[in-house]
Nanobody
């Protein structure tokens, strides 16, 4: 199994920045890709950004140019650098790991962007 723990959420003004972290433990050797999803009140969970074990990345159109996903394999941690935040970025952000054993989710971290 894989355990995921997110951190770094909080309250920020529009135009500000936050960095989210997701620390993975357990069967990390089985992880193929990791990603960040978000879910705003009343909306479905959506993919924000993902990164494969080889370092390939993809982003939702709404965050391209503003968010950057990266990973530190030595620390088994994935980051999401969020710049130029907008009120519409307000959501609970979840870390996801896609592994050979299945998909795993963290508990989420709340990001609130005030206007």
């Amino acid at each position: 199994q894989v355990q995921l723990v997110e951190s770094g959420g909080g309250l920020v003004q529009a135009g500000g920045s936050l960095r989210l972290s997701c620390a993975a433990s357990g069967s990390i050797f089985s992880i193929n890709a990791m990603g960040w999803y978000r879910q705003a009140p009343g909306k479905q969970r959506e993919l924000v950004a993902a990164i494969t074990s080889g370092g390939s990345t993809n982003y939702a159109d709404s965050v391209k140019g503003r968010f950057t996903i990266s990973r530190d394999n030595a620390k088994n941690t994935v980051y999401l650098q969020m710049n130029s935040l907008k009120p519409e970025d307000t959501a609970v952000y979840y870390c996801n790991a896609d592994s050979t054993e299945g998909g795993y989710w963290g508990k989420g971290t709340l990001v609130t962007v005030s206007s």
